[in-house]
């Protein structure tokens, strides 16, 4: 068998660095490098009303600003089918078979879902549709029989999810689903890229990010006002580098020339960490370089962005050709899943 990919976003905001290095860079290198047979990119709007029913809006105009964001960092229609979860709608039936095969406790240890119940203020009552929304995704990955997920790792727990769905389904209805396997970044702090308040993984949800679309002037003002380390008051004290969200940013920013273009006078990042620590090395200087290395990589994104979103029409016509392609390969699913399960009455 050959590699199916796939991920998606919850279009819940515009998409920010942590998801473009712990997911979306990933994919882009995937379908570069051409090793799969199929490629699916989705936009996760019905998953996104399980914690925003009461913003239909938002997440409406929020699709469009992720598939921006898509094709603005190189996810190819071409290569890729780019669809809309909301109008596969095999998904929400395979949803509903895949209830069966849970328990209300498996989902209530779920450690992701249990952070996110906090963070939204659910724990006295938690709408039914969020507190499921692993078994929806779980029909999205196993609709198009992916084993590969690139995402970042808070992902983990729902990837594991789906293999224990897919095991049970398996065993009890014969061998018709795949299960899958997340593919992480190979940098550490891309997995789970941290928000530029230092305290948590940068969240549409908490504000704490610098968006992939942010002009200059915006992500610079968001560098300049980054948690770097409390005690480094003068220029002259020694600095801690672990927890500054500086230098971990650096960590997945910095490229091999990066020191040369825009900082010669160090050789590495090693090496610009040393001076931190010994002191003498101020937090404006390494917040102009980070500024430097992150323009780097956002400015022709963010030129292609401007460009492709002053015609939203060609977007939305990508969704609808990548969606036609998406529910063709999702209704031979269901149909192998109901036979599975003997719902084939009329065949
Ligand atoms: P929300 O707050 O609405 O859940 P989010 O910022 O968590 O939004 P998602 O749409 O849930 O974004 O996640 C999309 C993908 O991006 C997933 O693969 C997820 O693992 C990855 N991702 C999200 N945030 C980060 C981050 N800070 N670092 C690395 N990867 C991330
Ligand atoms: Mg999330």
Do not use: W
């Not at 061998?175 to 997340?182: F, H, I, N, S």
């Not at 969200?245 to 490229?255: A, I, R, W």
């Amino acid at each position: 068998m050959g590699n199916i990919i796939l991920t998606g976003d919850r279009p819940t905001g515009p998409l920010h660095i942590g998801h473009y290095v712990g997911s979306l860079k990933n994919r882009v290198k995937l379908q570069n490098e051409g090793n799969y047979d199929e490629m699916y990119v989705f936009l996760a709007d019905a998953q996104a009303l399980t914690d925003n029913f009461d913003n239909p809006k938002k997440v409406k105009d929020n699709v469009l600003e992720v598939a921006l964001d898509y094709l603005a960092c190189g996810l190819d229609p071409e290569k890729v089918n780019i669809f809309i979860q909301s109008e596969v709608p095999e998904l929400t039936e395979l949803t509903f078979y895949y209830m069966n095969l849970v328990t209300i406790s498996r989902l209530h240890r779920n450690p992701t879902v249990k952070e996110e119940i906090k963070l939204r203020g659910f724990e006295e009552s938690i709408p039914a549709g969020f507190f499921t929304y692993p078994v929806s995704q779980t029909a999205d990955i196993t609709a198009f029989k992916a084993n590969i997920v690139p995402v970042g790792d808070d992902q983990l727990p729902m990837l594991e999810q789906a293999r224990e769905i897919v095991r049970k389904f398996n065993s009890i209805y014969g061998d018709t689903l795949v299960e899958p396997d997340a593919l992480l970044p190979e940098n550490e702090n891309a997995r789970r890229l941290v928000g530029i308040d230092g305290s948590s993984k940068m969240s549409k949800s908490l504000g704490n990010c610098i968006y992939l679309k942010d002009s200059e002037e915006e992500v610079k003002k968001k560098v300049f006002s980054m948690y770097t380390d409390p005690n480094h008051i003068r220029v002259e004290d020694p600095g801690k580098v672990e927890g500054n969200v500086v230098f971990t940013y650096l960590d997945v920013f910095c490229k091999k020339d990066s020191f040369k273009k825009y900082l010669p006078e160090y050789k590495s990042l090693d090496e610009l960490k040393d001076h931190y620590r010994r002191g003498g090395l101020g937090d404006m200087k390494i917040k102009r370089f980070l500024n430097d290395v992150i323009e780097d990589e956002l400015t022709p994104i963010r030129k292609r962005r401007e460009e492709l979103a002053k015609s939203p029409e060609k977007v939305y016509e990508i969704l609808r050709k990548g969606t036609i392609k998406a529910g063709q390969k999702a209704k031979e699913t269901l149909k192998e899943v109901k036979r599975a399960m003997m719902l084939n009455y009329f065949e």
